[in-house]
């Protein structure tokens, strides 16, 4: 089946010729699209001797933004990423774009994770607990590089992606809460070679604020209503301590009506953000 493969990469030399090399076995007929974001090694220069379509961006724009270039230059309807790392196997590529064919977005879901830090996996499981949490939909693998999408589908949606790391979980939320067929398929990765540039605490902080963002725009009574409610049981428990623990009643308390006010005023706040998102979104759908 005839994809686009589009390949991000920002110094990745060491590993860009032996990944090429792969994927021309494993997809003879594949357009190769390597966006060279920014790079100061021979990024370009090893892309081009293999043999592949090199856009080159003269700053570092971010993984999202080199997506976004070769999504535009990509000619095929179904469209790969890949790392340009060493840590994907391309004989994934051709289970990928079977399912494709029925489905708008195949997702890796990796099975042995490579990082080997506590913290990272930590972060990880709790990030992808709370995409969980806010969308209602089983996301298991939410930002593995490699996936497959239809070109035709995605493309309605990049002003809502990032040009950072987050584009791969953005994505994914995306393309689950407009009801777009999301499946997944058990991948191998390896330990990639070279040194990520992924910062766990700045990129996980930056995705988890871009998740709730995105969830605000798409359904924001679901990030509104939990700490609306909060409040005014808050108000309401606090109010009925202090009623009931007073020897003499003087009066409601201001505590307890700040509390139970200032959650009515979120509740009623979130009832306007979903009412400007249903409008704002209806040009997204089709």
Do not use: W
């Not at 953005?170 to 407009?178: D, I, L, M, P």
Request: charged letters at 20%.
């Amino acid at each position: 089946m005839p994809c686009s493969v589009v390949i991000p990469a920002f110094n990745e030399a060491a590993a860009l010729a032996r990944v090429l090399e792969e994927l021309r076995a494993a997809c003879p007929d594949a357009e190769l699209i390597v966006v060279d974001d920014g790079s100061t090694d021979d990024t370009g220069r090893v892309a081009k001797e293999a043999g592949a379509t090199v856009l080159r961006h003269e700053v570092n724009k971010g993984y999202g933004a080199a997506l976004k270039t070769g999504l535009a230059r990509a000619t095929h309807e179904s469209v790969v990423f890949f790392d340009a790392d060493g840590q994907h196997d391309s004989g994934h590529i051709p289970s990928m774009l079977a399912r494709i064919e029925h489905a708008d977005l195949v997702v890796g879901e990796r099975r042995y994770y490579t990082r080997r830090s506590p913290l990272h996996s930590l972060g990880r499981l709790g990030l992808t607990r709370v995409v969980q949490f806010l969308t209602r939909f089983p996301l298991r693998d939410i930002n593995c590089g490699l996936r497959a999408v239809r070109r035709s589908v995605i493309l309605r949606y990049l002003s809502l992606l990032p040009d950072g790391f987050s584009f791969s979980t953005t994505s994914t939320v995306v393309f689950a809460k407009f009801g777009h067929r999301v499946e997944f398929l058990p991948v191998e990765v390896r330990r990639r070679i070279g040194k990520s540039s992924v910062r766990l605490v700045r990129d996980g902080y930056g995705t988890l604020l871009l998740v709730i963002r995105l969830i605000a725009l798409f359904e924001p009574l679901r990030v509104f209503l939990p700490p609306a409610f909060g409040l005014m049981t808050l108000g309401l428990a606090y109010g009925l301590f202090k009623y009931a623990t007073l020897p003499v009643f003087t009066g409601l308390s201001v505590g307890a009506l700040s509390l139970f006010l200032t959650g009515l005023l979120v509740f009623f706040l979130g009832v306007v953000c979903d009412q400007i998102a249903a409008l704002r979104l209806d040009r997204y759908r089709g």
